[in-house]
């Protein structure tokens, strides 16, 4: 009777898995193609939609929907063994694995402490001016480390400086969740900024060089792109001021015991300057070098530097980097090449484009308004950097400037202000148990007016001058 | 013997907590108190794992401790006789990681045997697994259980018996309903209350429905097996012979100031998947706490 009930409860566990093989197996088998769709673009859309529905429910690990992905292509008859492992590792993944491995280095560091210390000097006691602060500074350091890495350090900042608010951060909601969120919102908004801000960012670059669509430097990005992250900060604090209206004007005795606990740091060690240089280093290669060696590789130097000079240990890097987002970024981006590759994209692009021409007259606001509503869309549900690899392919056929769409999309695939899981930063936040899902929703809408608006507003007046 | 019990939170797993202690003294059990917390999606888990990593270097550690913290408060109040558990401190730094779980385990004397565990997940999951560690006679868990099928799938996956604090309150005086029955598990629930019953002094009642008027020779003999269970330990017993549909009466005659405790059912699990079963239908309808003894 057991054996009944433990296969009756790996249904339950299950049903999802069950549901998109029977999904899959029934298109593949028993569904016609449509005619203009060749059947290896249509093998490439059903692994994609499968695996999209294995990723948001999860009945899997996701190093196995990964593997999953990759072992699809061969079995369908996509493509051989040898070019989609081809696919599968390029500089793209390499970024994402050196920028998840360079998070590990910098945060082990310890620096959060100073960075704590030169915020308040800056900002002083005063509530507003240290929600400024927090958003201002997350949002910089955010566009060249990446937002993850920016919000593990500063989310003890902002806990600690809630914690000495107050003992019970619940009866201080307002100024918590300005605090967290102004950490949150603040590097997403910054992760747009450089190349380096997020995978996403990588992964659109990788796609144009993939595609045959030209490349842009990582100067020509902040070129594009960085003038909407310093028009949207201190939007962002009047924001989240607005929203969540912070109980204390003055954290006053809160900074100071901040200072007296941050201050038994001591110091800087000559191995936190050591970490600050070779970080600089790097970020001059993406700069300057970027072109000829790529981003991926540069920030595999990174590794390689905080490795040689002993300022991290392997067994560390090895047990907190996320090997299975980084065989799912692979695998998914193997899949957006095949997309494009088969025709898949193209396809998916051309109906978008014949159903809703008739809605919409100008193929510009087209382009753009569906790539950004897309993106913003998904993002809130997958992840950003999900988003990017599986939309990117489609967006880019939809035909018009591909370098701005790609811009517009990787712009987009941050608005992801309305749940926990679109941006690493919001979850960071949301998992400290002190912010709500319907607080993502109360600052989320005005965030995401902020963001439409300024990605509008670069779109028609700075990008013209540039093109 | 070992007893699980899931807490949720500080503000409303107050009197499972303590009735947990109370049956595990009673049986002389270890106790194993369990927090499940939501587990965020595979693609969140490195970035939050860095910045929970660093949390605990400023002393913020991972959600979830500060619900283990307050059990492991209440715990010294309700378990007074172990002294070792009484000058003993909470320290976050003592949880280890074990098994997919963080687990925390406190001085133990005879008479309140506590470990503290942290899991993150699906509940009915989280326990199924905790379970499947060890030999557990019991799982406590509360009342606030308000999605649909989670009667079934509590009945029906975790793999020992279930005591569910549904409205439990503590101060209230209640009598135990044994639902008696020819089944193999009718006598299993009456050891299970005998013990109950005689650590706390509450009142036994047994409680036999049929379907039609005639009362068949097995529900009469297990009835009259019950009785002289309980007699054998000194435990009074009133005996009540109803006839209807059986989770109705159960509900109607149980009110609001008995405990249920009835065998849990032996049917085809895909049967009780699709048409459920007497101890899933009661628990789904009845307010009041209810043990299912498999």
Known sequence: MNVYVDILFWIRQKKWLLIALVYGISLHFWVTPPADLNPAAYDALIIISMALILIITEPLPLPAIAIFMLFMQVVLGIDTANNVASYFMNDAVFFIMGSLMLAVAI?????????????????????????????????????????HTVAAM??????????????????????????????????????????????????????????????????????YIYPMVLFQIPFTVMILLWTFKPEQDNLDTAVRKLVVEVARAGKVKA?????????????????????????????????????????????????????????????????????????????????????????????????????????????????????????????????????LIGFATAIASAFGYFTAVAAPACTIIYSSGLVKSKDFLRAGWKMAVLSVLSLLGLALFWWPVLR | MKFLLAISSSKYSGPTLRAGAMIAQAFD???????????????????????????????????????????????KEICPANDELKSAEFNP?????????????????????????????????????????????LT????????????????QYLPSSIFVAR???????????????????????????????KTEHWEVRTLT????????????GAAKKAKAALEKRDIPVEQFFLTGDPVTTFVDFSGDDHIIIMGASTANPLKKLFFGSKPIKTLERSTVPILIVK
């Open chain 1, 107 to 147: 945060v082990s560091q310890g620096l959060d402490k100073r960075l704590a210390l030169g915020i308040i000097k800056l900002t002083g006691h005063k509530t507003w001016r240290i929600v400024a602060g927090f958003t201002a500074i997350s949002a910089i350091l955010a566009s060249f480390i990446g937002e």
């Open chain 1, 154 to 223: 500063m989310m003890p900042v902002g806990l600690t400086l809630v914690r000495y608010a107050n003992k019970d951060p619940r009866k201080v909601a307002g100024l918590t969740a300005a605090l967290l969120f102004s950490i949150a919102y603040g590097a997403t908004i910054g992760s747009i900024g450089t190349p380096s801000g997020g995978g996403r960012n990588v992964i659109m670059m990788n796609y144009w060089t993939e595609f045959g669509v030209g490349t842009v430097s990582y100067l020509e990005w902040m070129k």
């Open chain 1, 271 to 403: 191995r936190e300057w050591m970490a600050i240089v070779l970080f600089a280093l790097v970020f001059f290669g993406w700069v300057f070098l970027s072109e000829d060696y790529g981003l991926g590789i540069i920030a595999l130097v990174g590794v390689f530097l905080y490795l040689a000079f002993g300022l991290v240990e392997w067994s560390e890097l090895n047990r907190k980097t996320n090997w299975g987002v980084i065989l799912l970024f692979g695998a998914a981006i193997s899949i957006g090449i095949q997309m494009n590759e088969t025709g898949a994209a193209q396809w998916i692009a051309n109906m978008i484009i014949s159903n809703l021409s008739r809605v919409i007259d100008s193929p510009t606001v087209l382009q753009g308004s569906v790539s950004v509503l897309l993106t913003g869309v998904m993002s809130n549900i997958l992840s950003s950097s999900a988003t990017v690899a599986v939309v990117g392919p489609i967006v880019l056929d939809l035909g018009g400037d591909q370098i």
């Open chain 2, 29 to 75: 059990a270890e106790l194993n108190v369990v927090y499940v917390g939501a587990k965020l999606k595979g693609l969140q888990e490195g970035p939050l794992d860095l910045s929970r990593e660093n949390l605990a270097k400023w002393n913020i550690y991972h959600p979830g401790i500060e619900v283990l913290k307050w059990a492991f408060q209440e715990l």
């Open chain 2, 93 to 137: 730094e003592h949880i280890k990681e074990d098994q997919n779980r963080y687990k925390l385990i406190l001085p133990t004397t005879k008479g309140c045997k506590v470990q503290l565990t942290l899991r993150e997940g699906e509940l009915i999951q989280e326990l199924r697994d905790e379970l499947q560690l060890d030999d557990y006679a």
């Open chain 2, 140 to 155: 406590i868990i509360g009342g606030s259980q308000g999605k649909r099928h989670m009667a079934h799938d509590l009945i």
């Open chain 2, 167 to 197: 409205g439990l309150d503590l101060k209230k005086k209640y009598k135990l309903l044994l639902l008696v029955d020819d089944s193999e598990a009718t006598k299993r629930s009456v050891t299970f209350g005998a013990e109950i019953a």
């Open chain 2, 209 to 220: 429905v049929s379907k039609t008027k005639r009362f068949g020779r097995g529900y009469s």
